[in-house]
């Protein structure tokens, strides 16, 4: 079992940045692929950001795609999302998940991930 602990989030405004933390419990951090996702009021959770298991590969939603950075520290046991550049649209509760399949392979889907912190709430305002 993994235990996911979301912080950082808060109001900002456009063209302002947040650095989201998680920090893992319970497990192996170091073996998952960790991902970063958000859910819009209304909308599906959708996902935002992804890295391996040593930080070497990531991958980004369009969206988020040159403002946004995922990194982690595995000694630590947290991962990062800095966001810049942030926009009205990025409003949403943001999730931090924990996919303990392959360590490499950077799922996208929500149903691929096997945990799940509890989430924080970004608000930029225009």
């Known amino acids: 079992q993994v235990q996911l602990v979301e912080s950082g989030g808060g109001l900002v405004q456009t063209g302002g940045s947040l650095r989201l933390s998680c920090v893992a419990s319970?497990?192996?951090?170091?073996?998952?692929?960790m991902g970063w996702f958000r859910q819009a009021p209304g909308k599906e959770r959708e996902f935002v950001a992804g890295?391996?298991?040593?930080?070497?590969?990531?991958y980004y939603a369009d969206s988020v795609k040159g403002r946004f950075a995922i990194s982690r520290d595995n000694a630590k046991n947290t991962v990062y999302l800095q966001m810049n550049s942030l926009k009205p649209e990025d409003t949403a509760v943001y999730y931090c998940?924990?996919?303990?399949?392959?360590?490499?392979?950077?799922?996208?889907?929500?149903?691929?991930?096997?945990?799940w912190g509890q989430g924080t709430q970004v608000t930029v305002s225009s």
């Open positions: 890295i391996n298991w040593s930080g070497g590969s990531t």
């Open positions: 998940a924990a996919d303990r399949r392959t360590g490499w392979q950077i799922r996208l889907r929500v149903t691929e991930y096997d945990y």
């Open positions: 319970g497990s192996i951090f170091s073996n998952y692929v």
